[in-house]
């Protein structure tokens, strides 16, 4: 089900395009939108099975540790056997995971400099005379906009469905609860290292804390910019849509 609403989200956003720059526009079929609609399918597709993949890899490690969690279950007490069962799938789990944090701090100031860009956009295309004055770059301007919001739209919700949310953490914090349900008396020692190596693998990192104030700041310059004179920045042009 992921996977045909990562492979149609592409073909939607690429159909509103080339509508805009066609049959809105009123420029007609020319060469380089089919080239430009072309591209932007094949490298919307690429990044929704980059996120397909990154899916595939959440779900994989969520049975893994479910898989680990009854391993341990049945093999309670066998220290050697099940720490061996539990850091070799600690080390692939954050594997994944530091390719999920440079994803995200990548891809999260991204999104905010989308963010800004559009409605740095939108604010100019509200006080400029030239776009508001003409009835037909009005309304290009306006579904352009549409598409802009439509693929951060997308996009976002797309990778926070891949993911399952901001971070997945929660992956291996659900298979510590459910290992921690299993402890027993029993074998004292046994769950005691266990849960040394979980303390020991589970160290706060400030990642996630250095990206949240960078796109706070970008947050905080849009939004600031509002309260600034753009009269400046708006150009005027006469003539109408070319279409080359």
């Given at each position: 089900m992921f996977f045909c609403f990562c492979m149609a989200t592409p073909l939607l956003t690429a159909v509103y395009r080339?509508?805009?720059f066609t049959v809105i526009s009123g420029c007609?079929?020319?060469?380089?939108?089919?080239?430009?609609?072309?591209?932007?399918?094949?490298?919307?597709?690429?990044?929704?099975?980059?996120?397909?993949l990154f899916h595939l890899l959440r779900v994989s490690f969520q049975r893994q540790f479910n898989?680990?969690?009854l391993y341990i279950r049945d093999h309670e007490g066998e220290e050697r056997r099940c720490r061996g069962a539990f850091f070799s799938t600690i080390v692939d789990f954050h594997c994944f995971k530091g390719l999920v944090n440079l994803s995200i701090f990548v891809?999260?100031?991204?999104?905010?400099?989308?963010?800004?860009?559009?409605?740095?956009?939108?604010?100019?295309?509200?006080?400029?005379p030239c776009i508001t004055g003409n009835p037909l770059?009005?309304?290009?301007?306006?579904?352009?906009?549409?598409?802009?919001?439509?693929?951060?739209?997308?996009?976002l919700g797309s990778y926070l469905i891949a993911i399952g949310g901001i971070q997945v953490e929660y992956v291996f914090n659900n298979f510590v609860t459910n290992l921690l349900h299993l402890r027993s008396s029993k074998h004292r020692i046994f769950w005691d290292t266990l849960i040394k190596d979980i303390n020991h693998v589970t160290q706060d990192s400030y990642f996630y804390l250095v990206t949240i104030i960078f796109s706070f700041i970008s947050i905080f310059l849009t939004f600031n910019f509002s309260s600034q004179d753009v009269t400046d920045m708006v150009v005027c042009n006469t003539t109408s849509i070319v279409c080359v």
């Open positions: 080339f509508l805009i007609g079929f020319q060469v380089t939108t089919i080239l430009t609609s072309i591209v932007g399918i094949i490298f919307n597709q690429a990044f929704g099975l980059y996120l397909y898989l680990l969690t891809m999260f100031p991204a999104f905010v400099f989308a963010i800004s860009s559009n409605l740095t956009y939108q604010y100019m295309l509200a006080n400029s770059n009005m309304n290009i301007s306006h579904h352009s906009l549409r598409l802009a919001w439509l693929e951060i739209i997308l996009s």
